[in-house]
Structure formats: structure tokens, C-alpha cells
């Protein structure tokens, strides 16, 4: 159990667009979301805290204009990189929770900008 | 606020010595504490926890322990071997806070054969 698929596994894209990343947890439902950007040789960075049908709650220093989260249902949290600027560029994590220690992690997403 | 201390940034050892990592977390109110192995480019894998009403939890060669009152645990390895070569991280989960998990900032583990 706990399967969890994240979209897309890469992306490249064109500054200043907008980048979509999916995330569905498959066989559970996720009453919280957290989104996690790791650069390189570095470790998670926690981002945004979701929960189903409410806003979502943003670390200190993450624009949420910026890296917009929808967690429309129990499965199923988006994240969007909006205009996006190579300094967006970074390996994008969701982790679906399962219960209080439940803790999963999509399969991450590698954003280039250029 | 929330802050997970972790060290060494970088552990080298020989085949078949032990290996050890720590780890300090900033609130008390944390509750759960898990480690995880991450390869380059994939996901975090849960390789062992420990919750705070114990105080040692062991798995074949991985153990880890929890001291409550100095807000550290621990990750030790013994008898390591090349494919325990990896990133570790260490983390601490804030009941208090949506239970959002707060991760070290890693260790990378090289195993010497």
C-alpha cells in the first residue's frame, strides 16, 4: 500500500512560463500534503503545508504567489510554478500523509528552467 | 523555529566498521523521528523510525536511539557494507504544526570496500 505518483518525472521550460507538477496518492487518502524542493547536494526543503479543501500554509521565504498549491481532493495535490526563472530550478517533492506517521513521498519532479 | 541539526555532513568508513550519525531537533513537542537513505534523483527511503515514548528501536544492522530530554537521536550502522553507501537524513515530525516533517541536513555515507 501507500502507492504515490507524482507527474511529470522531469520538465524543462521557457522562463516566465507556468509549470504544472501532479501528485496523487493511489490507494490511501492524504488529509495533509507537504510539497519539499531539494536543490543539489542538498536536502528537503519544506515549502507548503495542505490540506484538503483549505488554503495551504507556506514556510518563510517561499512566495505563495508564486508556488501555487491546490489539494482539490483526498488524492490528488498540484503544485504550479508560475513564471517561472532559473533559480526555480530544483527537484520538486510531494509527501502525501497516511495517518500520523504515515509519511510518503511522491517520486519527485526535476525542473529545469531556461 | 523549527530547526533538525544533523552531523557529520560527510562519514567515511571502511567495510565492516560501524557508522554513526546524529541528529538534534529544536521542539520539544516533536513526536515522531524517522531516517531516511536517498539515492541521487529518487525519493527518500524510510529505512528506520523511532517514536518518543521509546528510547531505542533496532533493525538487523540499523538502530537508532532517542534521548527526549537532550532532543537528539541517532542512527547507527553496523557491519556496513558498499551498497550502504549513500545521502541519509534524519528527521523530526512537529505534532504541533501538522505534523510536518523537518529534515537534517544530511549525511552523505561512503562505504570503503
Known amino acids: 500500500g501507500a502507492v504515490v505518483s507524482q507527474h511529470p518525472s522531469w520538465v524543462i521550460c521557457k522562463s516566465g512560463t507556468s509549470v504544472k507538477i501532479e501528485c496523487r496518492s493511489l490507494d490511501f487518502q492524504a488529509t495533509t500534503m507537504f510539497w519539499y524542493r531539494q536543490f543539489p547536494k542538498q536536502s528537503l526543503m519544506l515549502m507548503a503545508t495542505?490540506?484538503?479543501?483549505?488554503?495551504?500554509?507556506?514556510e518563510q521565504g517561499v512566495e505563495k504567489d508564486k508556488f501555487l498549491i491546490n489539494h482539490a481532493s483526498l488524492t490528488l495535490s498540484t503544485l504550479t510554478v508560475t513564471s517561472a526563472h532559473p533559480e526555480d530550478s530544483s527537484f520538486y517533492i510531494c509527501?502525501?500523509?497516511?495517518?500520523?506517521?504515515?509519511?510518503?513521498f511522491g517520486s519527485g519532479t526535476r525542473l529545469t528552467v531556461v | 523555529g523549527e530547526n533538525v541539526e544533523q552531523h557529520p555532513s560527510t562519514l567515511s568508513v571502511q567495510e565492516g566498521d560501524s557508522a554513526v550519525i546524529k541528529c538534534t531537533y529544536s521542539d520539544s513537542a516533536s513526536n515522531y523521528f524517522p531516517w531516511y537513505k536517498q539515492e541521487l534523483g529518487k525519493r527518500p527511503q524510510l529505512i528506520i523510525d523511532?517514536?518518543?515514548?521509546?528510547g531505542e528501536k533496532k533493525d538487523q544492522r540499523i538502530a537508532v536511539t532517542l534521548n527526549k530530554t537532550a532532543k537528539h537521536f541517532s542512527l547507527h550502522i553496523t557491519e556496513t557494507q558498499p551498497e550502504d553507501s549513500a545521502v541519509y537524513f534524519c528527521?523530526?515530525?512537529?505534532?504541533?504544526?501538522?505534523?510536518?516533517?523537518?529534515f537534517g541536513q544530511g549525511t552523505e555515507l561512503s562505504v570503503k570496500p
Open positions: 528527521a523530526a515530525s512537529y505534532y504541533n504544526q501538522g505534523g510536518k516533517l523537518i
Open positions: 523511532i517514536r518518543s515514548n521509546v
Open positions: 495542505s490540506n484538503e479543501g483549505s488554503k495551504a500554509t507556506y
Open positions: 509527501s502525501p500523509k497516511r495517518g500520523d506517521y504515515g509519511y510518503t
